[in-house]
């Protein structure tokens, strides 16, 4: 993301896909065999927030650098400054590895 | 959860099963042939709640350690620090076994 | 529930079918010919509430011990204490015998 | 409802229906070709009423007493002190006949 | 309406269909070749109104007397002191002839 | 609209179509291959508006007179004072040309 | 636009399509292969915002000018100056390319 920011709009964040295949520090390994299997990914950018019902910002949960697991078939795909990379809502995140 | 920790997004909880066939100290037994048995499971991580219409943060009624009750095909299927657990909703939670 | 205390999450009860052939101190007698027939049952317990668009916690509107009518399909059967009882949601509970 | 008494939850109202061929004082006739006749019928029991967003009581706009017309296919049949009976939502209620 | 009143539940109206071969004073003309043809008529009775989400009550923008375009296949049928009349929603209104 | 007034109830309004034969003064041409094609119109009349969660009325966007552009089905058609116009809800307007 | 203005409603915008050949100042490419291709474009209006539950109007968070991503099949196509655009809600913008 040197040469072009990309500001993902609202609840979208953007996430580059860690390959499961490469074991983590953390140890985490996505089983094979599930239907629908979770993914690693690290977010690479958040939007500034969802607004509530009386029209205020609330800020993500996540912020660059998270290491984060999502449903295999969440988000589209984009292609920035040559990496494939990952636009998706906040709601497709399950949670964070820390 | 030694190695790793996970932090479940919002209204998400991280959970052990246990299996039904080991009879639990409280006696609890999962009838076999109901269509969708509920599964008795132990909470491990919870997330930080689910913000409200006003954008405030309301926290989950379950805490790690918890026994609960949950519906057999709920959450998805991750392994943690090699161990096969489930993320869910808590609303995918059906109660608390105290 | 001697043994085990079993809490339901925020809008759900546990109820003891009780079988329509026995007639009830009430009177109250099932038709056996509607499509989906409720059926009578007693609280065995209930959850703290649901949260209203505020957060604040709605206490729910049936106690442990009251006689109700409820959907025949309604709830989820579970064994608990060596004893079968169902799992639902107070919206699927119509009324109390009193 | 001498021997028992039953109290809806929350929007629900009890009904005893009212043939239509007996011809009632206000000279109401429903007509016999429609495709969902609406049927006429006496509220025998309300609810305390639904909560709005903000968790408050909202009471039901009829009243025990009240003639009303509701949907041919509304409500669950039931039997209360021997006595057929429907027990639906205040949705249900076209209008009242006063 | 002399008999009998009919109060028609929060916001349902009554109508008094207006045959669009009667061709009105101010001269509307419906279509007959459109697939819904929207068909003109006198409100009868009004609701006392649908509640907001603070439970507060919203009269209803039309009142007896309104002459009224409305969608063909909008509300149910009844008869009412041997007239056929037809009770709907006031969102099956589409506006006032005035 | 010199003999007949239509107010049209809510967020309604009524719009005279603009054959998009017609170049327009704005120079606006519709494209004839897209599946939808988008209509240009001129507002007639607009309802009061609707109204939000708390029960007030939020005044429409446009008014009469405005040149507007809406989705080829939109709207029901009817022949006020002669005249064939549409009927429609002010979110199946796109936007106004000025 | 010099001729014309167009004035999107609510959370409308009007977007120019960029061609994804033309290899854009950011360097952004977008995936030939992928389903549901991400489009590159350029804000041209936008509208004044949707109104949030409280009734204030929410300005929208892109302006003209941004160079935006968004779904390849999202928005109405229309000719505005002999131009071919695009009119799209807000929420089908992904993010901002800045």
């Known amino acids: ?10 609840d979208r964040v953007v996430v580059r896909r860690v390959e499961s295949e490469e074991k983590t520090a953390g140890g985490i ?11 690693e990914g690290e977010i ?4 500034s927030g969802a607004r509530d019902e009386a029209g205020k910002l609330v ?3 996540v912020k660059a650098g998270d290491r984060v697991l999502f449903g295999k ?7 920035l400054n ?5 636009i998706m809502k906040e709601s497709d995140i399950m949670g964070v590895i820390g």
């Open 1 to 10: 993301m040197a040469n072009t920011n990309f500001r993902p709009l609202h």
């Open 29 to 39: 390994i996505i089983p094979d065999t599930a239907k629908e299997k979770p993914q």
């Open 44 to 47: 690479v950018a958040v939007g």
């Open 59 to 61: 800020p993500l949960d």
């Open 73 to 79: 078939w969440s988000g589209t795909e984009v292609k």
């Open 82 to 86: 040559g990496e494939d990379l990952l």
